[in-house]
Every structure is written in C-alpha cells, then in structure tokens.
C-alpha cells in the first residue's frame, strides 16, 4: 500500500547493495538490510500492539537501531516520538502523559526508572539493548523481513517533536510524511545530494537536526552515512580520510560547536579537507568569526542554513553564490518567508527588523493537543510566526538578528530560561532569578543564573547545583550562578535580562 515518505525512500534506493551506514570501524549496513530491519522492527511493534496513529516515544543512546525504529514507525503508519536521552524520568513523565503513546522503547538502564511515569501514562515499557538483545530486539529478531506498509497520506502525522516551552508546558510538533519528505527533497537538490555522497553523521538522533536534515536527506538521495556516536574532532578527521575499504566522507552537517572544536583540532588543514565536497551548519547562529577562521584554515566556505523543529527548514545560503558569514541565506524553493510586525503581522519593508514568519510544505501541523496555542501562532493568512527576530538585507540574505523569545542554544541544545528560573525559584531560600545565555566560545552559548536570595539565606551555588541535578537535563544546568539583592526591571515590572547580559557577558 501507498505510504508516503517510506515509498519515496524506496524509489531512491540506488542498489540495494549499496552502503546505507557504516560505522568508523567499516561495520557496514547495506540499504537491503536497512529495509528488512525497519520491517523487522515494523511487525515488532504491530506484536506489541501499536496501530496506525498511535505514539511509539523512545528514549534510546544513539544506534543504528535508533533508525531503523524510526523507519519502522514510519512503514508501520505509527508516530515517532523521540526523546532527547539528556532527560530526567520526571521530565519524560510530562511527554508521556502529554502524547498518551502506546510504547515507550528505552535503553534497558533506564526501563526502572521509567515505569512509574510509563504507568501513570498507560504506556508499556519495551527495551532494546545497545548489544541487540531486549524485548523489542528478540521480537524483531523473530519476525520476517518484509511488511507490508500501512497506507499513508502526505498529511498524515510521521512524528512529534516537543520543543520546549517558553510559558511551562512543552509542546509537540506534529510533523506530517509530507513535512519531512517535501523538506527533504528541496534540500537534496538545494545542497546537490547525490548517491556518491557520504554525510558524516555526529549529531544525535532525537532531534530535528540529525534525524530529519541528516538522515532524510541521505535517504532521499540514496547516499550512505558515516555513522559516529557523538562529535569528536579526531574522528571526524579520520572520516574525512582516506582509508583502504572504508567509506570516505564528503559531507559533514554540525552544530556551530562542531566547527569551534575543529578550528581546535591540528589536523584540521586545507589537504584534510580537499576532497570534502560540504560543510553545513545549523541550529544555531554560527559567528561570523568562525566562518571566516573555518576559510582560512580549510579554504572551504561553511554553508549556514536556518530552520527549527516546527518548520524544517526554512532558509540555506547558495550552494554556488556567495555563502555570506553571518547570514543564514535565502529562503528556500517552495517556502515564503517574510519579515513582519510582531504586533500586526504586516510585513516589513525590506531592510527593517521583524518577526520571522514562513510558510509552505515544510511548515508543522500544529502542537498536539493545543489547538489554542497552535492558533494564536499562525496569521490568518496561514503565516507560521517563527519567534525569531530577523531582517532581509537588500541582496536577499536573511540575518537572524536575536531571538524574541530569549532562548539560549548551548551546544546545539536549546534552553528556555522560565524553565531553569521555575526550578531555581521553587528551592528554599530564593526569591527569584533570571537565566541568560552568555557567549561561550565552545558552547555558543553559556546558561547563567542570576539569583536573589531571601535575607539571610544559607543557598549557595552548590546547593542550587545539586538540587537542580535531578530535576533537570544536565545540558540545561547554568554554568555561573551570580548573586544579587534584586534583579534590574524596566517600567513595566520586566526584569531587564539584556542588562544582565551586559554585566555578566564581559
Ligand atoms: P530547534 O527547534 O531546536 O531546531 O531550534 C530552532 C531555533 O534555533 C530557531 O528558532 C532559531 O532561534 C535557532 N536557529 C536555528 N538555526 C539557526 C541559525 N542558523 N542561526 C541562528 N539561529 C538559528
């Protein structure tokens, strides 16, 4: 039957021995056992009683296994639900309860401390274990190799990506078949993806970034990844280098983080590069300054393109013209982008600071189960209102001037600060605090609290380190905590947080 995205990854299998994924070591994958794992994995969870629609959530290390449950969800007509592994059990709790899914597939480390939260959610705790044993892996392991997809639509629902929430409550972006596979198309003819290309892949796999750009974009061209657990700057040089009977990449997707650390490594020279074909970053804003030391050591001009989890993406600097430091390009074929009054949704002449908005094919469906919300962020005319802040220079360029709803990216990971302040006010001893994001030169952004205590209080930094360590994801963990008597506001009762970025950030 007629499934949409998996149909259109089929038609583009060049040779179904061709090279899907290899791992540093040359453990290869062939494309033909890419589709008898994810249909493998796709009867395993129709065993376990998944059906059409339903959410299967997973919180699992990064693994070849990761994709192709991915792909089984997608042929099984299921909705992938990926969790960052960072998570505590508290907060995967909230994304249980939220999208009601059927499973939750974990590393098996992880089933105990997740089965309170699974429980309350109604959801069943299936493991898959790194090594390839667990429930899920015997399952798939005695199920046949083909399957037959459920049919799907282009606008049936592949995914739910929860982004988090600038007012409390995450939300979950439900990304349609034709979200990912339009998004995906344009950026294979955009970057000129073709079989020969090898993506080293070092980016993780629950987020938009390294499942959706990274993956989708390899399997839409029939090209092969170089799959590595996480970034590391030597094993990306080793993946750039020639090594008899292994693949040989000619693609690296990164954070900006990625390019800091290689500016690092010594290796990292022209004749390291010379037969890289592509360097693209995203997710964050990559300094103008990084682009320029990047050129000069490699001779290679990094491609930065924009975009976030509700919308794909949405702008890519040129392929041949000028990839301009500093600016994330042009938007792409297909999708309108226009610079607006935050108030009035009016657009802006060309040149003036605005909202961002876009729309198109790669635009989300909306948050589940928020209609309201969903509402309140589209125009009426079908605008999707970004929350970043931008401008469109008279070359055509789109700057990303800041970020209107103060989120900090670290490392690629985005930080809401009322999401830190909520856990910080909430200890003993605090009135209140203020979570910034300081330039970091490794991470981009640093996460800061600034806290006002109670007179007299005993709440020192390490205390406030330790407490947050089970509520949050370490990523989000502040850095620096500083402490004042009262934090700096405007006329309107706002604490001034750009005052705090001026005292602290020097
Ligand atoms: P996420 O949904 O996690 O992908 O985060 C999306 C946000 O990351 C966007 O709304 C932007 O604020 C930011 N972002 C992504 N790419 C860029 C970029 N090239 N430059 C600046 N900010 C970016």
């Given at each position: ?182 998004n995906a198309?344009?950026l294979v003819?955009y970057w000129r993806f073709?079989?020969?290309d090898?993506l080293i892949h070092a980016l993780p796999?629950?987020h938009t970034h390294g499942l959706f750009v990274a993956t989708n974009n390899v ?7 170089i799959?590595l657990?996480k970034f590391s700057g030597?094993q990306i040089l080793?993946a750039m ?8 990449g000619t693609v690296l997707m990164g954070v900006p983080t990625f390019y800091t650390r290689l500016i690092d490594e010594?290796?990292l020279?022209?004749?390291a590069c010379?037969?890289m074909r592509l360097f693209i970053s995203g997710s964050a804003p990559l300094l103008a300054e990084t682009h320029r030391a990047f050129s000069a050591r490699t001779g290679q001009a990094i491609l930065e393109r924009y975009g976030m989890t509700?919308t794909n993406m949405s702008t890519s600097n040129p392929y041949d013209g000028a990839r301009i430091p500093g600016t994330v390009g042009f938007p792409l ?55 970043d802040?931008g ?6 360029y789109v700057h990303i001037v800041?970020r209107?709803?103060?989120l900090i990216i670290s490392g690629g990971l985005n ?22 994001g300081?330039p970091d030169a490794d991470f981009g952004e ?61």
């Amino acid at each position: 039957m007629s499934n949409h995205l998996f149909d259109l990854i089929v038609a583009k299998i060049p040779d179904p021995e061709k090279i899907f994924l290899q791992t540093l070591e040359g453990d290869s994958i062939l494309y033909r056992q890419m589709l008898s794992a994810s249909a493998r994995y796709a009867h395993a969870l129709v065993k376990l009683g998944v059906e059409p629609g339903d959410r299967v959530a997973m919180q699992m290390e990064k693994s070849p296994a990761f994709l192709f449950i991915y792909l089984a969800c997608v042929r099984a007509g299921a909705v992938f639900l990926p969790l960052n592994t960072a998570y505590t059990p508290h907060e995967v709790g909230y994304f249980l309860s939220d999208a009601q899914p059927k499973l939750i597939i974990c590393d098996p480390e992880r089933a105990d401390s997740l089965s309170e939260a699974a429980k309350a959610a109604d959801a069943r705790v299936v493991v898959h274990g790194h090594g390839q044993y667990g429930e899920l892996y015997d399952l798939a392991a005695a199920s046949p190799p083909d399957f037959s997809n459920v049919a799907r639509g282009p606008d049936d629902l592949a995914a739910i990506l929860y982004t988090s929430g600038t007012t409390g409550r995450s939300k979950g972006a439900m990304l349609s078949h034709d979200n990912l596979a339009s998004n995906a198309l344009t950026l294979v003819d955009y970057w000129r993806f073709t079989p020969e290309d090898v993506l080293i892949h070092a980016l993780p796999v629950y987020h938009t970034h390294g499942l959706f750009v990274a993956t989708n974009n390899v399997l839409l061209s029939g090209g092969s990844l170089i799959f590595l657990p996480k970034f590391s700057g030597p094993q990306i040089l080793e993946a750039m280098s020639d090594r008899p009977g292994k693949l040989r990449g000619t693609v690296l997707m990164g954070v900006p983080t990625f390019y800091t650390r290689l500016i690092d490594e010594p290796g990292l020279t022209r004749e390291a590069c010379a037969r890289m074909r592509l360097f693209i970053s995203g997710s964050a804003p990559l300094l103008a300054e990084t682009h320029r030391a990047f050129s000069a050591r490699t001779g290679q001009a990094i491609l930065e393109r924009y975009g976030m989890t509700e919308t794909n993406m949405s702008t890519s600097n040129p392929y041949d013209g000028a990839r301009i430091p500093g600016t994330v390009g042009f938007p792409l074929p297909g999708v309108a982008l226009r610079v607006a009054d935050p108030e009035t949704g009016a657009a802006l002449p060309q040149g003036e600071i605005g909202m961002i908005e876009v729309k198109g094919p790669n635009v989300f469906k909306g948050y589940w189960l928020m209609p309201e919300k969903t509402a309140s962020e589209f125009r009426p005319d079908g605008f999707f209102i970004t929350g970043d802040l931008g401008m469109i220079d008279d070359k055509g360029y789109v700057h990303i001037v800041g970020r209107g709803k103060d989120l900090i990216i670290s490392g690629g990971l985005n930080i809401y600060p009322k999401e830190v302040e909520t856990e910080i006010d909430s200890l003993p001893g605090v009135i209140e605090s203020a979570v910034i994001g300081l330039p970091d030169a490794d991470f981009g952004e640093a996460v800061t609290a600034v806290v006002v205590r109670e007179k007299g209080a005993a709440i020192d930094e390490a205390a406030i380190h330790a407490a947050l360590r089970d509520r949050l994801a370490k990523f989000k963990w502040p850095k620096t905590i500083h402490f004042v008597e009262e934090l700096p506001r405007n006329a309107m009762g706002k604490v001034q947080k750009n005052l705090l970025r001026a005292t602290y950030g020097g």
